[in-house]
């Protein structure tokens, strides 16, 4: 031009005819606003060096001469102009996806001439704008959660954590508004991405925050409806209409909770082991046999859940414990001495006839369980480090249902014996265990 000054465009295009690609990012970095913190601008600079890069016209040994990567540091300053940006047109759910979109194929690692290349800022920066981004809708979350699948499955934990956290936002939520069923499928998708999506050496057994919920939301749903059984099925008192309904509300809950598990395929086989879930399946198993009378399978399932057992896993080293958390020792105890309470009221008196859904191993399960809780409650000992000093009212109720305990095993050998003689004769069926077995097993030490 006539002025003789040279203006951005022309700096271009004489770069480019002199062969030197690298002043070309320079000067649109400089010169047409690549450094002005504007979206497209930034954007176009970063894609313009990529191309260069790719093309072989910025050679892989001139970019990895300094100690900064020129390619890196573009893409995360477009990144970041493309959320600023956004977050101030209120588009942030667009800016969130656009900025992934842009950094998601410089994020997994790369294998070149043998070894493993990886840009840990990138997927940090991912995982920043994920993890900062409160989906609005479920739809939402799960596009995010379906772009990042491919770097995950190449094994970027630290996407991983952030998509955990965007299910676990979805599952606070619905939370909120009283959805369960949907709590728990967010749930289970936060545990599904870190123990299932990932390269089998980076995957976390159930991951951590979506795990902590679901665990707290099992045990929490088991022990209100345990409680509640407790207090209106099996109460001295009569019940009133509204206690029904608040215990038919918590089993609804409970029962809601089991069948959002049970119909997610992909983790309800992975779930088999998991204590919370297999205690929340036992219990509704009691509310739903107690509503149909069947006193056996109530027997069994109250057992299971107080029976000491070493938990499978190497997160669990070994650990021995009971699926119930101790604080239903005393509820579950309640409701099994109302099961042997009712039995012991039809008793005539004749040994041959007698039944008793518990066996002489559930019997000693009882047992160890109520001598636990005697000393919890400072009943049984005499130390002075237990605060507790129980009522006289408390120590005759756990003195009754000690004393039904032992009238309950009394009919427990007695109904055994019985079963082990019409085996001997042919009328009955198998026992799990003989009684000398389970005698052996009722007084040894408890772990």
Known sequence: KGDGRKHALDEIILSIMSGSAGQVVETMFSLCGGSSGAALPATVTSLLCNLLIDAGCISSEEANSSSVNIQTELLILAAEAILSSFSVQEQSNVGVRAAVRLLLPHAPPKRVEGEVVYEPRISATIAEAISHRLPDTDAEARDLLHLCEEAIRLGSVRIADACESIAFSRASFHRSKGHLHREVYWLLRGMEIL??????????????????????????SANDLISKLASTTYATNGESKLEEEAFVSVLQAARNVLEAVVQDEDMASLLKGHMEANL??????????????????????????????????????????TLANPKMYAKLLHISVAILHKEESLFNGTMESTKCAFSVHGMHILMARLTQVLSWEGITTSSSAVPKTPTKERKEYFHAMRLTLCKGLMRAFASAQTNSSSEKDGRGGGVEQSLDDEVELMLSPCI
Do not use: W
């Open 195 to 220: 123990s299932n999506e990932l390269p089998t050496q980076f995957q976390r057994k159930f991951g951590f925050a979506c795990r902590r919920h679901f665990d707290a939301l099992c045990e929490n």
């Open 280 to 321: 929340l399946k036992y219990v509704v198993d009691i509310a739903l046999a107690d509503a149909l009378g069947d006193t056996t399978k109530m027997a069994s399932d109250i057992v299971r859940c107080l029976e000491e057992r070493c938990l499978p896993g190497e997160e669990y080293g070994g650990v021995v414990s």
